[in-house]
T-cell receptor
Framework: GQSLEQPSEVTAVEGAIVQINCTYQ??????LSWYQQHDGGAPTFLSY????GLEETGRFSSFLSRSDSYGYLLLQELQMKDSASYFC???????????????FGQGTTLQVKP | DADVTQTPRNRITKTGKRIMLECSQT?????MYWYRQDPGLGLRLIYY???????NKGEISDGYSVSRQAQAKFSLSLESAIPNQTALYFC?????????????????FGPGTRLTVL
């Protein structure tokens, strides 16, 4: 089976840096994605890592270590608007290959305080 | 205009009623998905469709059915609604580009339907 673990809540102050970790267990692996969801809103895609290393997009970066089955989302220069839930996700996999589905973690609620 | 739309946005219904949630997209994507979100449980896949002739069950398909009427339309039905189906429902689309391209995993979500079953 496949499972993902991420912390349920993280709190940080405006202007700080915060890291949201995600560990995964999968029988096959094609990449780790991150999504952001503001309260009650639609999830939106943030980043995708297929290979080891750091991907940077503005204030957000995402890291992957396939050997450790681990990734993280790094948010820099936190702003109040970054208060949201963040989900990691991996592609589903069966013995016959990539299912094309995403399996989501349970989400991390980030609260940014003034 | 929104690329992925869902109707209705909110619905309150009674136990035993049949209800349909509709999703339309103008992105031209072949792949469409229905998810359910409950507090603390993240997004769980109900059904997904890779094209009009291909429909697959997700993690939690019991009590639900779907119809892919066209490339752009994917509807979710609750044949006999029950209170534990009260949740936020999202439709999503994606474009298969193959291989390890980063765009493969980008799903585009609709605004959601908040369903309450009394």
């Amino acid at each position: 089976g496949q499972s993902l673990e991420q912390p349920s809540e993280v709190t940080a102050v405006e202007g700080a840096i915060v890291q949201i970790n995600c560990t995964y267990q999968t029988s096959g692996f094609y990449g780790l994605s991150w999504y952001q969801q503001h309260d009650g809103g639609a999830p939106t895609f943030l980043s995708y890592n297929a290979l080891d290393g750091l991907e940077e997009t503005g204030r957000f970066s995402s890291f992957l270590s396939r050997s450790d089955s681990y990734g993280y989302l790094l948010l820099q220069e936190l702003q109040m608007k970054d208060s949201a839930s963040y989900f990691c996700a991996v592609r589903g996999y069966t013995g016959s290959g990539n299912t094309g589905k995403l399996i989501f973690g349970q989400g991390t609620t980030l609260q940014v305080k003034p | 205009d929104a690329d992925v739309t869902q109707t209705p946005r909110n619905r309150i219904t009674k136990t035993g009623k049949r209800i349909m949630l509709e999703c339309s997209q103008t992105k031209g994507h072949d792949r469409m998905y229905w998810y359910r979100q409950d507090p603390g449980l993240g997004l769980r896949l109900i059904y997904y469709s890779f094209d009009v002739k291909d429909i697959n069950k997700g993690e939690i398909s019991d009590g639900y059915s779907v119809s892919r009427q066209a490339q752009a339309k994917f509807s979710l039905s609750l044949e006999s609604a029950i209170p534990n189906q009260t949740a936020l429902y999202f439709c999503a689309t994606s474009d298969f580009s193959g291989g390890r391209s980063g765009r493969v995993d980008e799903q585009f979500f609709g605004p959601g339907t908040r369903l309450t079953v009394l």
